[in-house]
């Protein structure tokens, strides 16, 4: 993909905020806190301060929309799994995602992010879930794949699909926003969604 703009447009937290132009795809990207994320809308958009990350979990906590060559749409989701959220926040959370991931017309797909290193928690399995049941296909990104060896890469792998149930179809892609592993393959995966 040649990117010749990127830009944030929004930071939503309702539906009135979204952009309006619903001919746009968009595909939003959702995992636990400090799972690297908005690290990996920088590194797919090749700019380095775009979506703002940080090494304490929580930075994120609206719905950041990211717009691309004025032809589609990155989406930034708060996190979860972060221990000092209150409970009206998680509330909050919910709903927000509820919203968005029920009701946008135009979102195509949603990724899982996962970390490589790490067993999906029940949080992780859940969102999978939720993901599926609101009739997207299975999509999990494995980040931060420059902190394991490439001879354990397999075993991680495994025990992610087998955690999260993933089926045949579903799809796996270990990426690193450090060294930019993966990005190719994201890139020719969105591009075949926008297809269809
Ligand atoms: P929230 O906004 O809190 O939900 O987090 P996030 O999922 O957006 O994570 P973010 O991109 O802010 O990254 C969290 C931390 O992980 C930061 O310190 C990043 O530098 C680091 N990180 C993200 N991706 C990678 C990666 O591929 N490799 C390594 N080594 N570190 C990464
Ligand atoms: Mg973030």
Excluded at 51 to 70: C, E, M, V
Excluded at 104 to 125: C, M
Excluded at 137 to 150: C, L
């Amino acid at each position: 993909m040649k990117i010749r703009s990127a830009e944030i447009l929004i930071s939503a937290v309702k539906p009135a905020q979204y952009p309006e132009d619903i001919n746009q795809p968009e595909i939003a990207m959702a995992g636990r806190s400090n799972v690297g994320k908005s690290s990996t809308i920088n590194m797919l958009l090749n700019r380095r301060k775009l979506a703002r990350t940080s090494s304490s979990p929580g930075k994120t906590q609206t719905l950041n929309f990211y717009g691309i060559n004025d032809e589609f749409r990155l989406v930034d989701l708060p996190g979860y799994g972060y221990a000092k959220v209150s409970k009206s926040a998680k509330a909050t959370w919910g709903n927000m995602m509820e919203t968005y991931l029920s009701g946008r017309e135009n979102l195509v797909a949603v990724f899982l992010l996962v970390d490589i290193r790490h067993k999906p928690t029940a949080q992780d399995k859940q969102m999978y879930e939720w993901i599926k049941h609101f009739g997207f296909q299975g999509i999990v990104i494995a980040t931060k794949s420059d902190k394991i060896s490439r001879g354990q890469r397999q075993k991680h792998l495994s025990i992610i699909k087998k955690e999260l149930e993933m089926e045949a179809d579903d799809i796996l892609i270990p990426v690193s926003a450090q060294n930019r592993d993966g990005k190719e393959h994201v890139w020719s995966l969105i591009e075949e969604l926008f297809r269809v």
